[in-house]
């Protein structure tokens, strides 16, 4: 195993109760101390809760349900904010402003609206400090500047700093924990159940314990070829995430931005999404860049598509295929997009983050290349009308135009519309 080790010193950082501590910091309040939950109450009482205070979970309340869950004696003395998403997305960027001040834009890989991984590897020497102190100073930073509680977890790889803050640092008094690899037998192996660990769902909980693994230890412990058998690429990398092992980099996350390398387009979504509000996600995205490579008069020929699954499943997965002939057709890039999404999603778990690029690019060729599936009548029609949005757009906003599914609930592009380089206009 240990040929499989690197050494990075990573550190993740989650933002605690994220919603419910921005809602205290706002009000001048303690979240420790506060009972809030961040629900519309004027919706009645099946509105979702979309965040509590620990103060609030410590006497009984779920972090996540309706407002009808809540504990029947605290509902008078509770006090019920109305979510405010900018305010949310405000903070964050604050939040990354701050990690930016420690380390460059490659080493920070941002994992969702309230949880980050950084790469101080290059800068422990420049701050004379450990990746612990450099973790304790950065953490000290944000409760300070933004009156925001944080956990923290530190190790080799983002693995272990994400299991870490998890499962031990969020749990101490100072809310920060540091693992190696010379702990993985004595604290990762005895968990159970096998949902605990990060990348494992319930499903595949379900198939491990039919084949008698019930703890992380008998699956590190496990064939790992019989793993790789049964469930693929997926088995064989909860196998070495078993025993601690996790060779990715933070500065492979990033979709690339390189001039003519590739045209990428991902968000962090505000809440749980599952099929088929997420075709709705997957849809937008798929049509902004195919807008974008019109724009540019470009085609592309590999597609790439990640999924981040919410912290409470954790994992996703990540897959490019190519196309048969370099395309910026929306119909065949979102076909593409639906094929691999398909054929890898575990439809019990809850995504919160999605991205998509094009690569392979090339300059739009005049000959229309088809294959023998193709419509020709049916992509010269929306050639035809997709330019006619893109000259709409263009000249009175990219909201002028949307397709319908843009006034669903599940929708996210007419807000992500109204921002400028993530800055709202």
């Known amino acids: 195993m240990k040929k499989y080790q690197t050494h990075r010193n990573i550190i993740c950082i989650d933002l605690k109760s994220f919603y419910a501590s921005v809602e205290c910091a706002l009000r001048g309040l303690d979240p420790f101390k506060t009972m809030l939950v961040v629900a519309d109450k004027s919706r009645g009482d099946g509105s979702i809760c979309l965040a509590t205070t620990p103060y609030l979970k410590e006497l009984g309340a779920p972090s996540r349900g309706r407002i009808f869950e809540l504990p029947e004696h605290l509902k008078e003395d509770i006090i019920y904010a109305k979510p405010r998403m900018k305010k949310y997305l405000e903070y964050t960027m604050k939040i990354v402003e701050i990690y930016l001040s420690f380390i460059s834009d490659e080493d920070l890989y941002v994992y969702s609206i309230d949880e980050a991984f950084l790469d101080v590897t290059n800068y422990l020497t420049y ?15 944000i409760e300070e500047k933004l009156s925001l509680p944080v956990s923290c977890g530190v190790g080799p790889n983002m693995l272990l700093a994400k299991l870490a803050m998890d499962l031990e640092g969020k749990h101490l008094e100072h809310s920060i924990a540091k693992w190696t690899y010379d702990d993985v037998k004595e604290k990762l192996w005895p968990i159970q159940p096998l949902s605990k660990m990060w990348g494992i769902g319930r499903r595949m909980e379900r198939n491990f314990n039919l084949m008698g693994i019930r703890t992380i230890g008998d699956l590190a412990n496990y064939d790992v070829i019989e793993l790789k058998r049964r469930f693929g690429v997926i088995g064989e990398e909860l ?97 593409m997009c639906l094929s691999i999404f398909d054929s890898l999603y575990d439809k019990e778990s809850a995504i919160r983050s999605v991205s998509i690029s094009i690569s392979g690019l090339s300059n739009i060729s005049n000959v229309l290349q088809l294959s023998m599936f193709d419509d020709y009548d049916e992509m010269k029609r929306e050639e035809k009308l997709l330019s006619m949005i893109d000259k709409i757009k263009l000249a009175h906003g990219k909201n002028s135009v949307n397709r319908g599914s843009s006034l669903t609930k599940a929708s996210t592009i007419r807000e992500r519309n109204k921002f400028i380089g993530g800055h709202h206009e």
């Open 127 to 141: 701050y004379k400090m450990s990746d612990f102190e450099l973790a304790e100073k950065i953490c000290k930073t």
């Open 239 to 335: 196998y070495y995430h078993a025993n601690g092992i996790d060779m990715s980099m933070i500065q492979d996350k990033y979709l690339l931005r390189s001039k003519n390398k590739s045209f990428g387009n991902s968000q962090v979504l505000f809440k749980d999404y599952y099929v088929p509000d997420i075709y709705t996600i997957i849809m937008e995205m798929a049509d902004e860049i195919s807008r974008r490579l019109r724009m540019a008069k470009k085609q592309g020929k590999t597609l790439h598509i990640g999924i981040g699954y919410s912290k409470d499943f954790g994992g996703g997965f990540s897959r490019q295929r190519s196309f048969e002939y370099p395309t910026n057709s929306f119909t065949t890039i979102y076909k």
